[in-house]
């Protein structure tokens, strides 16, 4: 792992330390002791900014999902509520993003680190929400300082309430069941935190969803934490490139069924299994399994 902070690269994997990185005169070098990775970029959190809105409380979630028909991967997220504005982000991603510059970390930073896990695609890096839009930000395999964003206007879920609870950390929560996007969701939420707030995009409840998970099983968001938290929501302003969500659900798609013909580049980029140095073509590929559907 402290190979991933020296060298400044996040993976989407079990272990974030298992890619090695050289140049090679015109080419570019990857060698994986599992193939099942990508290098997700990262962006400079030095760059300017602006301020859409002060969080009132701070929601820290895990996250499960799926990387195989019998693998989950589990990585963390952080919800700031602001009252105008909310922020959904990647824990892990911030850390990333931090590495390119931060040289001495503390243990506790260092905990924290690991315990994020790792940087993933399929679950955005950023979601901006306000009442009339999401603003929908991932970070690019293989591409520094460059993000894809789409927005979405506002989630109008149509939840169905039922009369069942249950008690989470504390808080007593009501079921409710929604189809969304392809899939069948059941959450849990408080009206002890009202905020009509959660993870991901599912929102519009009378109170903070603690738990969500989809019928299938690939996706599970359970609360870990709540505080009452002071801090801006910052909006960075890095290179952007505009694009629609049905042209990001195809990138997606190809970026993990067909890494290869993604990133290769026309030869400039190689990858390889660093179990004997075969090199990866074609019939390289990645689980696939989208929280869009």
């Known amino acids: 792992m402290r190979r991933l902070l020296t060298t400044i690269i996040a993976m989407t ?27 997700i970029g990262t962006c400079d959190i ?7 809105d002060t969080s009132r409380i701070a929601v820290d979630y895990k996250v499960s999902y799926r990387h195989g ?5 589990e990585v963390r997220y952080k919800l700031l509520c602001g009252a105008k504005a909310t922020l959904f982000y990647s824990v892990a ?6 590495a390119r510059y931060k040289n001495g970390w503390s243990e506790e930073e260092l905990e924290e680190f690991y315990a994020a896990g790792d940087c993933t695609i399929v679950i955005p890096t950023e979601i901006y929400t306000t009442k009339e839009e999401a603003r ?7 591409a520094d300082d460059v993000i894809y964003e789409y927005t979405l206007p ?16 504390g808080y007593t929560c009501t079921k409710a069941c929604a189809r969304f996007e392809g899939r069948n969701w059941e959450v849990w939420f408080t009206p002890e935190v009202p905020i009509s707030e959660g993870p991901w995009l599912l929102r519009g409840l009378p109170g903070l969803i603690l738990r969500a998970e989809d019928s299938e099983g690939d996706f599970c968001f359970e609360m870990e934490g709540i505080a009452k938290h002071s801090e801006e929501i910052r909006l960075y302003r890095w290179s952007t490139k505009r694009i629609t969500k049905k042209q990001w659900l195809k990138y997606e798609r190809n970026a993990l069924e067909n890494p290869y013909s993604q990133f290769s580049q026309g030869g ?3 990858f390889f299994n660093s179990n004997g140095m075969k090199e990866l073509k074609d019939e390289w590929t990645i689980p696939y399994y989208p929280i869009y559907k």
Do not use: G
Not at 46 to 52: A, L
């Open 268 to 270: 400039q980029v190689k």
């Open 46 to 52: 030095h760059e300017d900014y602006d301020v859409v």
């Open 13 to 39: 994997a079990i272990s974030a330390a298992t890619a090695q990185h050289h140049s090679l005169q015109e080419a570019r070098l990857f060698a994986y002791d599992r193939t099942d990775q990508l290098i």
């Open 69 to 73: 028909p019998d693998l989950h991967l």
């Open 154 to 169: 506002a989630s109008d879920i149509e939840w169905q309430l039922t009369e069942e609870t249950c008690e989470i950390e």
């Open 93 to 98: 991603q911030n850390y990333a993003n931090m």
């Open 136 to 142: 929908i930000r991932h970070n690019i395999p293989f």
